[in-house]
C-alpha cells in the first residue's frame, strides 16, 4: 500500500513539472507579445524609411534656443566669418555686387531657419540642402568653388554657439551645431554638384545639336558641306598645265574622271607619260 501511495505521488509531481523544451503558458504568452512588439516596431521603422530626427531632443532644444535668439543680420554675420577663415571665399564675396551679396545672406539665413523647423526630418531637410546647394551653381561665374561649403559650415557652427549665450554647456553646444551642419552641408555639397551635372549635360546636348544642324542645312548630300579644296573641284577652270605631246592622252584622262563621277574631295589618278 505504501509503495502504491509513493509511486502515484511520484507521478503525480512528474506531471505538474513542465517536460523539457516546454515552456509555462504565461511565458509563452510574454515571449510571443514581446515578438510582435519587436516586429511592430520594425515594420513602423520601415514605414518612415529616413523620416528621423537628425539630432536628440537635448541637441534640438539647443538648436532651437540659439536660432531664437538669432539677429536679423545672422546670415551676414557668418559670411563674414567665413570670410576671415578663407582668404578665397573674401574674393568670391567682393566679386559680388552688393544686391547678390545681400541676397546670399539672406537665403543663408532663411536657409538656417528652415532648417530649424524641421529638425524631426532627416529626409526633408536633405531635399531643403540640396536646393540649397544648387542656387549657388549660378555663383560659378563670379569664382564660387564648392570648398567655400567647408568654411561656411564651420562659420554656422561657431558663430550659432555664441547665441546660446552660456544657457547651455559650452561643449554640449558646439557638438550640436558641428553634428547639425556636418550632416546638413554634405548634403548641400551634393545638391551642388546634381545641379553642375544636369547643367553640363544640357550645355553637351545643346552642343551636339548645333553641331548637327549646322553640318546639314539645307544640303542633300553631306559630302558637298565637307568638300576638301583640292586641284580637280569642279569650280576651278583647268586641272593643270597638260603636256603638249601627250595632249590628246590627257584630255581622254579628263573626260573618263568625269564620266566616272569621282567625288571632288578624290584626286585624279596620276597621268602615265
Excluded at 509563452?28 to 528621423?52: L, T, V, W
Amino acid at each position: 500500500m505504501g509503495n502504491n501511495k509513493s509511486t502515484e505521488a511520484g507521478k503525480d509531481e512528474r506531471d505538474k513539472k513542465p517536460r523539457i523544451g516546454s515552456l509555462p503558458e504565461d511565458k509563452n504568452d510574454r515571449r510571443s507579445g514581446a515578438k510582435r512588439s519587436a516586429q511592430s516596431a520594425r515594420a513602423s521603422m520601415s514605414s518612415q524609411g529616413n523620416r528621423k530626427p537628425v539630432l536628440n531632443a537635448a541637441q534640438r532644444t539647443i538648436i532651437k534656443y540659439c536660432l531664437d535668439n538669432a539677429k536679423e543680420d545672422i546670415g551676414d554675420r557668418i559670411l563674414r566669418r567665413a570670410v576671415e577663415r578663407k582668404e578665397e571665399f573674401r574674393s568670391f564675396m567682393d566679386n559680388l555686387p552688393r544686391e547678390q551679396r545681400i541676397q546670399v545672406a539672406d537665403g543663408l539665413k532663411r536657409f538656417l531657419r528652415d532648417i530649424c523647423e524641421n529638425l524631426m526630418d532627416s529626409e526633408n531637410i536633405e531635399k531643403k540642402a540640396g536646393d540649397f546647394g544648387a542656387t549657388h551653381v549660378q555663383y560659378r561665374v563670379v569664382g564660387f568653388k564648392p570648398d567655400y561649403f567647408v568654411c561656411t559650415a564651420d562659420a554656422v557652427t561657431t558663430e550659432c554657439t555664441f547665441l546660446d549665450a552660456a544657457t547651455h554647456g559650452a561643449s554640449e553646444t558646439a557638438a550640436a551645431w558641428s553634428q547639425l551642419t556636418s550632416f546638413v552641408f554634405s548634403a548641400v555639397r551634393d545638391g551642388y554638384y546634381q545641379r553642375l551635372r544636369e547643367h553640363r549635360k544640357a550645355s553637351s546636348a545643346f552642343r551636339n545639336r548645333q553641331s548637327f544642324d549646322v553640318s546639314t542645312d539645307g544640303s542633300t548630300n553631306n559630302e558637298d558641306s565637307r568638300r576638301s579644296a583640292s586641284p580637280n573641284d569642279g569650280s576651278g577652270g583647268s586641272s593643270g598645265p597638260s603636256n603638249s605631246g601627250a595632249g590628246g592622252s590627257q584630255q581622254d584622262l579628263d573626260v573618263q574622271c568625269s564620266s566616272q563621277e569621282i567625288p571632288s574631295h578624290f584626286l585624279c589618278p596620276p597621268s602615265a607619260y
